[in-house]
């Protein structure tokens, strides 16, 4: 049984540019949140998608965004990249109504 | 919102001591509490979680965190540490009813000395 899998697994994109993350949940999962890690700190919320929709969101810019697909697979985009924006990007998904995620490994994301 | 400290950013224990991460939380309810681990360039593992009950939740490991309301807090603990704990470690609280609105402290580094 798969757990979530997440791509690319590094990725390395100029200021200005987009980019476009990808994840796939758990078998049986149908919601997905995405998290940005930077590095020494605790991972911070994003939004997540439920039903195609984005339920919640954090305190991120409207240059993230996201979407959802009917197979509960998930995008995380990001459009005009700042250096900033370099981070470990964590994808968790879980069932809806129920305790705990389940987290993939990340997208290591590099703005030059 | 709910949030989380972790105290202390980093840690250096000898392998076979004991161990305690602290956390503590900010939450108007009961909340849900996890601790997550994160060994470098890797994802997060879940090590337990508490969300009702016994107040001393075992987790994988031997690791084990004992929740405490009248002091907010969520440590983890471990009787003797292995040189393969090292590691980083989150302490996560999530709301009640709202499974996608998990918050994580700052982490906590620990490092196992021989």
């Known amino acids: 049984d798969a757990g979530v899998t997440q791509s690319p697994t590094h990725l390395i994109k100029t200021r200005g540019q987009q980019v476009t993350l990808r994840c796939s949940p758990k078998?049986?999962?149908?919601?997905v949140s995405w998290y940005q890690q930077a590095l020494g700190q605790g991972p911070q919320f994003i939004f997540q998608?439920?039903?195609?929709?984005?339920?919640q969101r954090g305190n991120f810019p409207d240059r993230f965004s996201g979407h959802q697909f009917p197979n509960y697979s998930s995008e995380l985009n990001v459009n005009a990249l700042l250096l900033g924006d370099s981070a470990l990007y964590l994808c968790?998904?879980?069932?809806?109504?129920?305790?705990?995620?389940?987290f993939g490994s990340g997208t290591r994301l590099t703005v030059v | 919102a709910q949030s989380v400290t972790q105290p202390d950013i980093h840690i250096t224990v000898s392998e076979g001591a004991s161990l305690e991460l602290r956390c503590n939380y900010s939450?108007?309810?009961?909340?849900?509490l996890f601790w997550y681990v994160q060994s470098p360039g890797q994802g997060l593992q879940l090590l337990l979680k508490?969300?009702?009950?016994?107040?001393l939740v075992q987790g994988i490991k031997g690791f084990e965190a004992e929740f405490k309301r009248s002091q907010s807090s969520f440590n983890l603990r471990k009787p003797s540490v292995h040189w393969s704990d090292a590691a980083e470690y989150f302490c996560?609280?999530?709301?009640?009813?709202?499974?996608?609105?998990?918050?994580f402290g700052a982490g906590t580094r620990l490092t196992v000395k021989p």
């Open positions: 078998s049986g999962h149908d919601t």
């Open positions: 508490y969300f009702s009950g016994d107040t």
């Open positions: 939450y108007g309810a009961t909340p849900y």
């Open positions: 998608y439920y039903e195609e929709e984005e339920r």
């Open positions: 968790a998904s879980s069932l809806q109504g129920a305790e705990g995620y389940t």
């Open positions: 996560a609280v999530g709301a009640r009813g709202n499974n996608n609105d998990m918050r």
